[in-house]
Protein backbone atom coordinates (compact mmCIF):
# COMPACT_ATOMS: atom_id res chain seq x y z
CA UNK A 1 0.00 0.00 0.00
CA UNK A 2 1.06 3.10 -0.68
CA UNK A 3 0.65 6.36 1.89
CA UNK A 4 -2.29 7.27 0.55
CA UNK A 5 -4.27 4.23 0.08
CA UNK A 6 -2.44 3.59 4.00
CA UNK A 7 -3.95 6.49 5.67
CA UNK A 8 -7.45 5.65 3.45
CA UNK A 9 -7.67 2.65 5.26
CA UNK A 10 -7.24 3.76 8.33
CA UNK A 11 -9.59 6.14 8.31
CA UNK A 12 -11.76 4.06 7.42
CA UNK A 13 -11.43 1.45 10.17
CA UNK A 14 -11.07 3.96 12.19
CA UNK A 15 -14.71 4.87 11.37
CA UNK A 16 -15.95 1.43 11.22
CA UNK A 17 -14.62 0.84 14.72
CA UNK A 18 -16.47 4.15 15.93
CA UNK A 19 -13.17 6.11 16.73
CA UNK A 20 -14.80 9.25 15.42
CA UNK A 21 -18.51 9.19 16.98
CA UNK A 22 -19.35 12.69 15.29
CA UNK A 23 -19.29 11.06 11.86
CA UNK A 24 -20.95 7.89 13.03
CA UNK A 25 -23.82 10.07 14.19
CA UNK A 26 -24.21 11.82 11.28
CA UNK A 27 -24.30 8.72 9.55
CA UNK A 28 -26.99 7.15 11.70
CA UNK A 29 -29.28 10.38 11.51
CA UNK A 30 -29.09 10.47 7.46
CA UNK A 31 -29.60 6.36 7.17
CA UNK A 32 -31.89 3.41 8.32
CA UNK A 33 -29.58 0.94 10.57
CA UNK A 34 -29.88 -1.92 8.57
CA UNK A 35 -29.43 -0.26 5.77
CA UNK A 36 -25.47 1.15 7.24
CA UNK A 37 -25.04 -1.89 8.24
CA UNK A 38 -25.00 -3.60 5.30
CA UNK A 39 -23.32 -1.24 3.72
CA UNK A 40 -20.62 -1.50 6.43
CA UNK A 41 -20.57 -5.33 6.19
CA UNK A 42 -20.08 -5.00 2.24
CA UNK A 43 -17.28 -2.15 2.24
CA UNK A 44 -15.43 -4.86 5.36
CA UNK A 45 -15.86 -8.06 3.95
CA UNK A 46 -15.86 -6.85 0.24
CA UNK A 47 -12.99 -5.20 1.24
CA UNK A 48 -11.07 -8.30 2.24
CA UNK A 49 -12.53 -10.93 -0.46
CA UNK A 50 -13.76 -9.22 -3.32
CA UNK A 51 -13.97 -5.87 -5.32
CA UNK A 52 -15.31 -2.86 -2.82
CA UNK A 53 -17.98 -2.24 -5.46
CA UNK A 54 -21.50 -2.04 -5.36
CA UNK A 55 -23.24 -4.24 -8.01
CA UNK A 56 -26.05 -5.40 -9.58
CA UNK A 57 -25.60 -8.47 -8.04
CA UNK A 58 -25.14 -6.62 -4.30
CA UNK A 59 -28.28 -4.56 -5.55
CA UNK A 60 -29.57 -7.60 -5.67
CA UNK A 61 -28.87 -9.12 -2.68
CA UNK A 62 -30.34 -5.95 -1.00
CA UNK A 63 -33.93 -6.35 -2.49
CA UNK A 64 -33.43 -10.36 -1.11
CA UNK A 65 -32.69 -9.07 2.01
CA UNK A 66 -35.54 -6.42 1.95
CA UNK A 67 -37.94 -9.15 1.32
CA UNK A 68 -36.87 -11.56 3.79
CA UNK A 69 -37.05 -8.66 6.47
CA UNK A 70 -39.97 -7.41 5.72
CA UNK A 71 -41.65 -11.36 5.80
CA UNK A 72 -40.55 -12.01 9.00
CA UNK A 73 -41.62 -9.01 10.30
CA UNK A 74 -44.91 -9.20 9.11
CA UNK A 75 -45.44 -12.95 10.25
CA UNK A 76 -44.46 -11.81 13.82
CA UNK A 77 -47.16 -9.24 13.37
CA UNK A 78 -49.57 -11.57 12.02
CA UNK A 79 -48.93 -14.08 15.00
CA UNK A 80 -49.67 -10.98 17.69
CA UNK A 81 -52.39 -10.46 15.40
CA UNK A 82 -53.98 -13.80 15.88
CA UNK A 83 -53.00 -14.39 19.30
CA UNK A 84 -55.25 -10.92 20.43
CA UNK A 85 -58.16 -11.98 17.94
CA UNK A 86 -58.73 -15.77 18.14
CA UNK A 87 -57.04 -16.62 21.37
CA UNK A 88 -58.17 -13.77 23.47
CA UNK A 89 -54.47 -12.76 24.70
CA UNK A 90 -53.64 -9.08 26.31
CA UNK A 91 -51.35 -7.16 24.00
CA UNK A 92 -48.38 -8.08 26.71
CA UNK A 93 -49.36 -11.90 26.40
CA UNK A 94 -49.82 -12.06 22.83
CA UNK A 95 -46.30 -10.05 22.48
CA UNK A 96 -44.30 -12.65 24.84
CA UNK A 97 -46.06 -15.64 23.77
CA UNK A 98 -45.66 -14.66 19.75
CA UNK A 99 -42.27 -13.85 20.26
CA UNK A 100 -41.50 -16.97 21.80
CA UNK A 101 -43.25 -18.87 19.50
CA UNK A 102 -41.66 -17.72 16.63
CA UNK A 103 -38.20 -17.09 17.60
CA UNK A 104 -37.02 -20.43 16.86
CA UNK A 105 -38.69 -20.74 13.36
CA UNK A 106 -37.24 -17.16 12.38
CA UNK A 107 -33.16 -17.74 13.98
CA UNK A 108 -33.22 -21.83 12.29
CA UNK A 109 -34.14 -19.46 8.82
CA UNK A 110 -32.04 -17.06 9.14
CA UNK A 111 -29.02 -19.66 10.43
CA UNK A 112 -29.63 -21.91 7.96
CA UNK A 113 -29.80 -18.81 5.05
CA UNK A 114 -26.28 -17.63 6.71
CA UNK A 115 -24.72 -21.09 6.73
CA UNK A 116 -25.29 -21.31 2.91
CA UNK A 117 -24.20 -18.09 1.94
CA UNK A 118 -21.09 -18.32 3.84
CA UNK A 119 -18.90 -20.50 1.43
CA UNK A 120 -20.12 -17.79 -1.19
CA UNK A 121 -18.90 -14.86 0.64
CA UNK A 122 -15.66 -16.28 1.41
CA UNK A 123 -14.93 -17.94 -1.75
CA UNK A 124 -12.02 -16.11 -3.42
CA UNK A 125 -10.61 -16.22 -6.82
CA UNK A 126 -12.83 -18.72 -7.51
CA UNK A 127 -15.54 -18.68 -11.07
CA UNK A 128 -18.50 -16.59 -10.36
CA UNK A 129 -17.35 -15.15 -6.89
CA UNK A 130 -17.12 -11.57 -8.54
CA UNK A 131 -21.10 -12.09 -8.98
CA UNK A 132 -22.23 -14.31 -6.30
CA UNK A 133 -19.74 -12.85 -3.30
CA UNK A 134 -20.94 -8.96 -3.62
CA UNK A 135 -24.74 -10.89 -2.93
CA UNK A 136 -24.06 -13.23 0.10
CA UNK A 137 -21.95 -10.73 1.84
CA UNK A 138 -25.30 -8.33 1.23
CA UNK A 139 -27.50 -10.80 2.66
CA UNK A 140 -25.17 -12.58 5.06
CA UNK A 141 -24.64 -9.03 7.04
CA UNK A 142 -28.47 -7.88 6.45
CA UNK A 143 -30.04 -11.54 7.51
CA UNK A 144 -27.40 -10.85 10.42
CA UNK A 145 -28.55 -6.97 11.51
CA UNK A 146 -32.16 -7.42 10.37
CA UNK A 147 -32.80 -10.88 12.36
CA UNK A 148 -31.99 -8.92 15.49
CA UNK A 149 -34.22 -5.44 14.84
CA UNK A 150 -36.87 -8.27 14.16
CA UNK A 151 -36.94 -9.63 17.20
CA UNK A 152 -35.99 -6.90 19.74
CA UNK A 153 -37.64 -3.71 17.23
CA UNK A 154 -41.06 -5.38 15.82
CA UNK A 155 -42.02 -6.46 19.26
CA UNK A 156 -41.66 -3.04 21.18
CA UNK A 157 -43.09 -1.08 17.80
CA UNK A 158 -45.92 -3.07 18.34
CA UNK A 159 -46.90 -2.52 21.70
CA UNK A 160 -45.70 0.86 21.09
CA UNK A 161 -48.25 1.18 18.81
CA UNK A 162 -51.35 -0.76 20.05
CA UNK A 163 -50.73 -0.01 23.81
CA UNK A 164 -53.40 -0.29 26.19
CA UNK A 165 -54.56 3.10 27.66
CA UNK A 166 -52.29 3.87 30.83
CA UNK A 167 -55.06 5.00 33.71
CA UNK A 168 -53.10 8.60 33.10
CA UNK A 169 -53.68 8.54 29.55
CA UNK A 170 -56.79 7.68 27.86
CA UNK A 171 -56.03 7.45 24.45
CA UNK A 172 -54.53 4.16 22.49
CA UNK A 173 -51.59 3.87 20.40
CA UNK A 174 -51.56 5.76 16.68
CA UNK A 175 -51.76 3.13 14.65
CA UNK A 176 -54.18 1.42 16.75
CA UNK A 177 -56.49 4.23 15.96
CA UNK A 178 -56.02 4.06 12.53
CA UNK A 179 -56.41 0.20 12.30
CA UNK A 180 -59.98 0.93 14.00
CA UNK A 181 -61.18 3.76 11.61
CA UNK A 182 -60.12 1.69 8.45
CA UNK A 183 -62.38 -1.16 9.92
CA UNK A 184 -65.52 0.82 11.00
CA UNK A 185 -65.13 2.26 7.03
CA UNK A 186 -64.43 -1.01 5.82
CA UNK A 187 -67.82 -2.12 7.66
CA UNK A 188 -69.63 0.78 6.96
CA UNK A 189 -69.19 0.87 3.27
CA UNK A 190 -69.81 -2.99 2.68
CA UNK A 191 -73.61 -3.30 2.19
Known sequence: LDGEDASRTARDAELTAGADRGHRRDLRDRKPVADRQRALTLWNLGHRYTA???SIASMVGFVTLFGIAVRNGILLVNHYDHLRERENKSIGEAIMQGSLERLVPILM????????LVPLALA???????LLAPLAIVVLGGLISSTVLNLFVVPAGYAAAFRVPRPDADRPGVLACLVSRARTKSHSATP
Open 52 to 54: PVI
Open 109 to 116: TALAAMLG
Open 124 to 130: KNKPGSE
